[in-house]
């Protein structure tokens, strides 16, 4: 295993290229070599050959020519003289020279091993070519010893230019080839011996390489465990050590920016500490993972983390999933302390706000939720509620008795009939309209305090939107006003509070015809939800709501337009009021509008079929 690992680092790989770099040079240089060695051994060996062939030619035509010398200058030469010539000046290491007079019988040989050869003829292909007056006829051949051997054979010519006889010579190559052989043994020496010194260098080389390399690589694992130790050695100017040089930085950077996040932290820390509201923090599981000391007052637990979000909170999973999920949503909580001594514990109320945390390329990846407590809050309002309502109760009769006085005003009452007359108008207008608020304020006080009971019955739905759409007939074509009315075929019956429903609707219509123009048109639609609710809307193409008063439109005594509100009468309870009764049903009330281009308000029932209990 540790070869493998040694066989993977840089410093192994740049040790095999220097060493394949030198032995691929050195065999390119080694067969050039030997082959220009061998080229020059043979050709020397063959020109030598080829001399003493022309020497012995001469020598053999005196032998050869009939009536004495060959030149007239040299005395006879007997067959005898020459087979001595042959074997004492002639004398060649493992060759075998022979003379052949013109018809290629052998007239001597210098091996004494093949006299019998003596008489017979030589009939290869040299000799031939020789017998015909070519010169320096070569060839190699391989014996049955598989000995290499050159082959030389060069005619004998009179001096008359008659090819009268021929020289046949066959030399062994054997000491040629063991020159080779020994110069090739000392060229793959010299080859080891530079791999060897080659594979040195290269260590020594590559340790000046990655040595450094190493060193950045320990001080890398270091720095992960979060340990800031010594900076890196810089040993040059050349990439490594401004590789080392940059690391440093890096290095002296990080640990800055450690520094900065660490003091940031414990910034938070302190905020989080010191905040009044508590504050928790879960992950994508609703795990929680930090919390502050306010967060674990207000829960009146000793720990937050590692606790379940939803169980912390008192929601059930589903609703803590859809809050996490939701941009700022809040909701309330109620929370008590256990008994003591049999005496009931203290209890409060929290409001929760989630705000997700997203993360651009992961999505949502935890929740923050924010704990306000709003026990004194919520005993303020419900001190206000309790006041309206007495406030309510006690201008009721004064109220009557202004009306009374007004309608007695009106029937002649005064002497200055035409200004007791706009007087007594003004009166009744007021007091119609404080009536109302009284009779709307003390609606909503009782559904707040849940004393108004619901008296739920089986209607049928169509029925119902047309005779809502009936009782505003003469108002709507008054202005002009087109109504329809839309239900789906698989709407059919509910069971609800009649009469709560119709003022809903009542309000839902007085309010989109009071804010239609003339030749509008007002839509009531019931459909089915895929969640089983019945949606009841009302839709109109009137003046609109601006968006940013959308998200307080359902806030009592609220008018988006206050001026215009009271000159058409209203309260600025209505859409309270109405919301209140969805609510008390089990259902929900939403708006949507457009400035200039119309509102729908639909608000969602428990629905139920005919011959189906209600839920």
């Not at 220009?36 to 001399?51: A, D, G, M, P, Q």
């Not at 930085?249 to 990080?254: A, G, N, V, Y």
């Not at 029925?463 to 202005?479: T, W, Y």
Request: aromatic share 4%; net charge negative.
């Amino acid at each position: 295993m540790n070869g493998r690992k040694f066989f993977r680092t840089i410093q192994a790989k740049l040790i095999i290229i220097y060493v394949l770099l030198i032995l691929i040079a050195m065999q390119l240089i080694g067969i050039y070599f030997i082959s220009t060695v061998k080229n020059s051994l043979t050709e020397s060996f063959t020109t030598n050959l080829k001399e003493q062939a022309n020497a012995l030619s001469n020598l053999s035509a005196s032998v050869l020519t009939a009536g004495g010398a060959a030149d007239g200058s040299v005395g006879e030469t007997t067959p005898e003289d020459l087979t001595l010539y042959v074997r004492n000046l002639f004398n060649i290491n493992e060759a075998e020279i022979q003379v052949l007079d013109g018809s290629g019988r052998v007239l001597t040989t210098s091996q004494e091993a093949h006299q019998d050869y003596v008489g017979k003829k030589n009939t290869s292909l040299a000799v031939s070519r020789a017998l015909q007056g070519i010169r320096d006829n070569e060839e190699d051949i391989l014996d049955e010893d598989n000995v290499r051997k050159k082959v030389i054979a060069q005619p004998v010519v009179a001096s008359g230019g008659k090819v009268i006889g021929a020289v046949y010579i066959v030399a062994s190559m054997n000491e040629l080839y063991d020159t080779v052989d020994r110069v090739n043994r000392i060229f793959v020496t010299g080859t080891l011996f530079a791999l060897g010194l080659t594979a040195v260098l290269g260590i020594l080389l590559a340790h000046t390489i990655t040595g450094p390399i190493k060193g950045l690589t320990r001080q890398a694992s270091t720095l992960a465990e979060g340990r800031f130790g010594d900076p890196v050695p810089v040993y040059g100017d050349d990439e490594i050590g401004r590789l080392s040089e940059a690391f440093n930085d890096m290095t002296l950077r990080l640990q800055e920016a450690l520094s900065v996040n660490e003091e940031e932290k414990e910034k938070l820390a302190s905020i989080l500490s010191n905040m009044s509201d508590g504050v928790i923090a879960a992950d994508e599981r609703g795990i929680v993972i930090i919390s502050n000391r306010r967060a674990l007052e207000l829960l009146g637990v000793p720990v937050c983390e590692g606790c379940s979000l939803s169980e912390l909170l008192g929601l059930t999973p589903e609703k803590e999933a859809e809050l996490r999920q939701s941009a700022e949503h809040s909701t309330v909580v109620f929370k008590e302390s256990p008994e003591e001594d049999g005496e009931p514990g203290d209890s409060w109320m929290l409001r929760i706000t989630f705000s997700p945390i997203h993360r651009r390329d992961r999505g949502i990846t935890g929740t923050i939720a924010v704990l306000q407590d709003v026990t004194e809050q919520e005993k303020l309002d419900q001190s206000r509620r309790e006041f309206v309502a007495n406030v309510s109760h006690e201008l009721r009769t004064p109220l009557t008795t202004i009306r009374s006085y007004a309608e007695a005003l009106d029937d002649g009452a005064l002497g200055e009939r035409q200004l007791a007359e706009r007087f007594v108008g003004v009166i009744r207008n007021e007091t119609e309209r404080m009536i109302r608020l009284v009779s709307d304020l003390l609606h909503l006080s009782r559904l707040d305090s849940s004393q108004s009971k619901l008296r739920r019955q089986e209607i049928k739905v169509r029925d119902m939107l047309e005779e809502v759409a009936d009782r505003f007939s003469v108002q709507m074509r008054h202005k002009a006003i087109r109504a329809t009315v839309r239900i789906e075929e698989d709407v059919t019956t509910a069971v609800l509070d009649r009469d709560q429903i119709d003022q809903v609707l009542d309000n839902l219509m007085s309010n989109a015809i009071k804010y239609t123009p003339d030749g509008g048109r007002v839509e009531l639609a019931a459909r089915r939800q895929e969640n089983g609710y019945l949606a009841i809307s009302v839709k109109d193409n009137g003046i609109g709501i601006p968006k940013k008063d959308l998200s307080r439109i359902f806030e009592r005594f609220y008018r988006v337009d206050k001026a215009r509100s009271r000159e058409m009468g209203g309260t600025g309870l209505g859409l309270s009021i109405a919301r209140e009764m969805v609510k008390a049903h089990g259902g929900s009330m939403t708006l949507e509008s457009e400035l200039h281009a119309g509102t729908t308000v639909t608000f969602a029932l428990p629905y139920v079929q005919e011959g189906s209990e209600p839920a």
